[in-house]
């Protein structure tokens, strides 16, 4: 199809949406005073919590920071097991094509001394997680993008391999018979991972890994690589990730926007509600696409919210490793 054609066609607002299992408030939860929202309690260290239905990768998270290791390894950790889930078409190996056919992965990562590394559109490497924190530790830059990256990650001894599975290249085949561009949210409780750490010292740090939209444009990239955006810690107060449509993600710095609510004195649920409703406030139809954030505070307070129903949480702490749904915003749809 010509590029004009696939423009006229791409509607962001027209994204899709697959309802998940029915969001119901926390009930379990106490209710904030000032929003009447539920808030979570304060229950301890270590915390691992990520977006999506992702028990396995929190596990992993909760293992390593059990070992004794960093907030940071927990994160890296987490989120590579997602990435090498070939199930997954939303992350790593397996992930959803752009419109051409190419796998194009986005990750960054963030420590607890604020600094922070990003890979953006790379291809052929299965956990761009990794490459993202090399991209930290090992080089005077903080974002790789494309070719140069997948160089730095090759000349690092990350294996290139083809990311695009058969599952996803049928999906994508069926998607060219009509070529809309119609990303589907919400789809199998399960899309980008952002993933946030408290260590038993209370340092935290976040990790954010994705295949972005399917069937984007050759050369989009989302918000999950760009701090502030997909991903913003700050180690005297708290970090955000967010997953959903990049777009609105960056056109409100949504985590960055967060962690600076919570230094100001919002509770990790308060701060991820004000996020949504500036996203909200920007846009006249909030009917057709997604957003979720999760957001944890230094006390190991979190919270989570999102545009629409369908959104879920993955949390581990005490001990317990838990899925929950997120409220949502938009009740009337
Ligand atoms: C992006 N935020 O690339 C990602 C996609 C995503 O749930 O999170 N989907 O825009």
Known sequence: MKRRKFIQNASLSGIGLVAGATAASCAENPKNTETGMPVEKTKGLPVVIATWNVHNATAKAWEVLQEGRSA????????KVEEANADGQSVGIGGLPDRDGNVTLDACIMDSEGN????????????????????????????LAGAGARQFALESGFKAEDL?????RQAWEKWKETSQYKPIINIENHDT??????DKNGDIAGGCTTSGLAYKMAGRVGDSPIIGAGLFV??????????GLGEEVLKTVGSFLIVELMRQGKSPQQACEEAIRRIVAKNKNIDNFQVGYIAV??????GYYSLQDGFWVTKYQDGKNNNSPSDFYNKKS
């Open 116 to 143: 922070y590394g990003s890979v953006v559109y790379l291809q052929n490497i299965k956990h761009p997680i990794s490459v993202a924190r090399k991209v930290m530790e090992e080089t005077p830059h903080v974002i």
């Open 297 to 302: 505070n230094k006390k190991g307070e979190s």
């Open 72 to 79: 940071l390894d927990a994160v890296e950790a987490g989120c």
């Open 193 to 198: 991972i952002g993933m946030l750490a408290i």
């Open 234 to 243: 700050d180690n005297e107060v708290g970090g955000a990730t967010a997953t």
């Open 164 to 168: 695009l599975t058969e599952k996803s």
